[in-house]
């Protein structure tokens, strides 16, 4: 198996592993009634514990996806987790003896939860920094084994109600995973034109209906200001009601959001910006 060099000059597509997948579910959510319960009887202790596994974001198929990083292959390796989220792939990564995890995240709470993790685990290296920018982070000449990236929401953004993320909490329309950087998602939608909106809902939205697209995209400029997640939910739930009809397995206004998320995060230019081959396998697991 080859190791690679980052030199910060240097741009590769030979990343020699790259996972991608995309969750958005949240831990709560995953959790039967009993197992909600049996969690909440837990004293606080036990419930630090499991904070990893349990609450905060839950990462499904954390083995397989570590496992596809061939741990065991290397003596001291050196991954990164590019979107450390809650951490639940670096602190399986973590467990691969002797090795390094760069863990880079954009929002800041996530770079929190990595600094404190840290704190208790030196083989853990915090980076608050998108991974667009990953070669000029890591240092000179870094041998590095795998990375993963774990592109999408992760489940706290989506439950904190101000970050404005979800479209069932009622939130300020914001959506960024940097708030300290950027303008809010309702800045954006006050100064996107219907054409330009109708490109984004159909190129990050997966509906791939130009026509829905249009008439969304037109319904939500004609109703600005948007201020309010739920606002913005209300027009796409009533635009779909009258076109498409709803889905009792879909909340009729996340695939909009998700558009709306990806394009003003940058997600896919972000996977390009750093040249990984995984700009490609975007959209399909979201
Ligand atoms: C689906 S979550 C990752 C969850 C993580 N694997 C875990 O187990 O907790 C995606 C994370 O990627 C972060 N993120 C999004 N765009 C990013 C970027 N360009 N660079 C770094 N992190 C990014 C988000 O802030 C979020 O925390």
């Not at 036990?46 to 609450?55: C, H, I, K, P």
């Not at 809902?201 to 249009?214: M, T």
């Not at 230019?269 to 399909?284: F, N, Q, S, V, Y």
Request: a negative charge; aromatic letters at 4%; hydrophobic letters at 40%.
């Amino acid at each position: 198996m080859e190791s690679l060099k980052l030199a910060p000059d240097e741009v590769t597509h030979k990343m020699v592993n790259t996972a991608v997948l995309d969750l958005g579910v949240s831990a709560s959510e995953l959790l039967s009634g009993e197992d909600k319960a049996r969690l909440s009887r837990q004293p606080s202790a036990d419930r630090a514990a499991l904070d990893g596994r349990v609450y905060g974001h839950l990462p499904i198929l954390c083995d397989e996806v570590v496992q596809a990083l061939q741990p065991d292959t290397y003596r001291k390796p050196i991954f990164v987790d590019a979107t450390f989220g809650r951490g639940g792939h670096s602190r399986r990564l973590l467990e691969v003896p002797e090795a390094t995890v760069f863990a880079l995240d954009l929002d800041p709470s996530a770079v929190s939860e990595a600094r404190r993790l840290a704190s208790i685990e030196p083989r853990l290296m915090p980076v608050h920094a998108a991974f667009g920018d990953l070669i000029q982070v890591l240092p000179p000449a870094t041998e590095l084994q795998g990375l993963l990236a774990d592109l999408g929401v992760s489940s706290p953004q989506l439950d904190q109600k101000h970050r404005g993320f979800s479209p069932i909490e009622d939130g300020p329309l914001d959506m960024r995973m940097n708030p300290r950087k950027g303008i809010p998602a309702s800045e954006w939608l006050d100064n996107v034109t219907p054409e330009e909106l109708a490109w984004v809902l159909c190129s990050y939205g997966e509906d791939r209906d130009p026509f829905l697209a249009a008439r969304l995209a037109e319904a939500i400029c004609a109703k600005r200001p948007l201020q309010r997640t739920i606002e913005l939910a209300e027009v796409v739930a009533d635009v779909k009601a009258k076109t498409v009809g709803s889905s009792p397995f879909q909340q009729p206004a996340r695939l909009v959001f998700q558009a709306i998320r990806s394009h003003l995060n940058q997600e896919v230019g972000e996977a390009t910006r750093c040249r990984l081959p995984i700009a490609d396998a975007w959209g399909g697991a979201q």
